[in-house]
């Protein structure tokens, strides 16, 4: 079900789905989750390094917030689960 849903999302009007999607990842515990997510947040965070000069213009893209277009909480979030899944990855490839 997640792959599917951010397959879909629009990398566009992020402040309408984004608090959403980390109340669902929050959720939840499972490691295709949280690699999934990683990768969308990868995705946005590339398309929204250039502010509003951007792609989505000034209508659609994100606003800078503490951490690019991140809050601080879902740095802090994408952080640990960054570190979490590369300590997951050398653990199961050793």
């Known amino acids: 079900m997640i792959p599917v849903l951010t397959s879909f999302l629009p990398p566009t009007h ?3 789905y984004l608090p959403v999607i ?10 295709i989750m ?20 951007g792609f ?10 503490d951490v690019g277009i991140w809050t601080q909480e879902e740095w802090l979030m994408l952080v640990s689960k960054g570190i979490e899944s590369l300590c997951r990855c050398f653990y199961y490839t050793c």
């Open 14 to 16: 992020t402040h309408i």
């Open 34 to 53: 949280d690699d999934r997510f990683l990768e969308f947040a990868g995705i946005l965070a590339e398309e929204h390094v250039t502010g509003q000069e």
């Open 56 to 65: 989505a213009g000034e209508e659609g893209s994100a606003a800078w917030k």
């Open 22 to 31: 980390f109340r669902i990842w929050e959720a939840f515990n499972s490691h």
